[in-house]
């Protein structure tokens, strides 16, 4: 009867040794999935708040050159457009190109003074999309000086009244979507689709551009 019940007790003992042992594994499996669902998630928090980090610090570099890039694509733009009038009234009147030709020179000044807005102001965009948009602002301020101060095999001299017209209302509009490019970088938001730069100089019986749709009316 003892010998009975000692090997009752051992064999609950070892069924109990077993269970503990098999418990022992899954809680040592739970601590593990546990222990590396924890470190994902802190490298994950990690991650976002780096990038949380990084992305307010690009948003103060650029708020630095804020100013500069909204006088050239504001202020410039409206003294840009003036320029185009004029030379516009001097094609009206007949005026050739020369050397004396204050429009020309007012387009010349402009053309150096946004390359310069430019030049200081670029270093401080680190994203390579936005960097290369407000650089075609310099790139259509040079195409506007070239159509009075060049030509080429499809374009006349000197420029025509169709030809200011028409970069008159796409420069305003260009700039326009520039604007609100950069006020969405200001805010942390992402940038708009990408779009070609209207070609100011091109033939007059080209097709028309257009800026794209969603620019608010504020920009």
Same mark, same amino acid.
């Given at each position: 009867?003892?010998? @009975?019940?000692?090997?009752?007790?051992?064999?609950?003992?070892?069924?109990?040794?077993?269970?503990?042992?098999?418990?022992?594994?899954?809680?040592?499996?739970?601590?593990?999935?546990?222990?590396?669902?924890?470190?994902?998630?802190?490298?994950?928090?990690?991650?976002?708040?780096?990038?949380?980090?990084?992305?307010?610090?690009?948003?103060?570099?650029?708020?630095?050159?804020?100013?500069? /890039?909204?006088?050239?694509?504001?202020?410039?733009?409206?003294?840009?457009?003036?320029?185009?009038?004029?030379?516009?009234?001097?094609?009206?009147?007949?005026?050739?190109?020369?050397?004396?030709?204050?429009?020309?020179?007012?387009?010349?000044?402009?053309?150096?003074?946004?390359?310069?807005? &430019?030049?200081?102001?670029?270093?401080?965009?680190?994203?390579?999309?936005?960097?290369?948009? &407000?650089?075609?602002?310099?790139?259509?301020?040079?195409?506007?000086?070239?159509?009075?101060?060049?030509?080429?095999?499809?374009?006349?001299?000197?420029? @025509?009244?169709? @030809?200011?017209?028409?970069?008159?209302?796409?420069?305003?509009?260009?700039?326009?979507?520039?604007?609100?490019?950069?006020?969405?970088?200001?805010?942390?938001?992402? /940038?708009?689709?990408?779009?070609? &730069?209207?070609?100011?100089?091109?033939?007059?019986?080209?097709?028309?551009?257009?800026?794209?749709?969603?620019?608010?009316?504020? @920009?």
């Amino acid at each position: 009867m003892i010998a @009975t019940d000692w090997g009752g007790t051992a064999i609950t003992a070892a069924a109990a040794l077993v269970a503990a042992i098999v418990g022992g594994v899954f809680v040592l499996l739970a601590a593990k999935q546990s222990l590396s669902s924890s470190v994902s998630e802190a490298k994950a928090q990690r991650d976002a708040d780096r990038e949380a980090a990084d992305q307010q610090f690009r948003r103060e570099l650029l708020s630095k050159a804020a100013d500069r /890039l909204l006088d050239a694509l504001w202020t410039k733009e409206r003294e840009l457009c003036e320029a185009l009038h004029q030379c516009r009234v001097e094609v009206e009147q007949g005026l050739a190109v020369s050397v004396d030709d204050p429009a020309l020179k007012e387009l010349g000044r402009l053309d150096l003074a946004v390359y310069q807005d &430019m030049i200081s102001s670029l270093p401080f965009i680190h994203d390579k999309n936005l960097r290369e948009r &407000m650089r075609s602002a310099a790139q259509m301020v040079n195409d506007c000086y070239n159509i009075r101060a060049g030509s080429s095999p499809d374009t006349v001299k000197g420029g @025509t009244v169709a @030809t200011y017209g028409r970069a008159m209302i796409e420069v305003q509009a260009y700039f326009k979507w520039l604007r609100w490019n950069l006020a969405l970088a200001l805010q942390g938001e992402p /940038l708009p689709p990408s779009i070609e &730069m209207p070609q100011v100089r091109r033939p007059e019986n080209t097709p028309g551009w257009s800026p794209p749709p969603g620019i608010p009316q504020w @920009t």
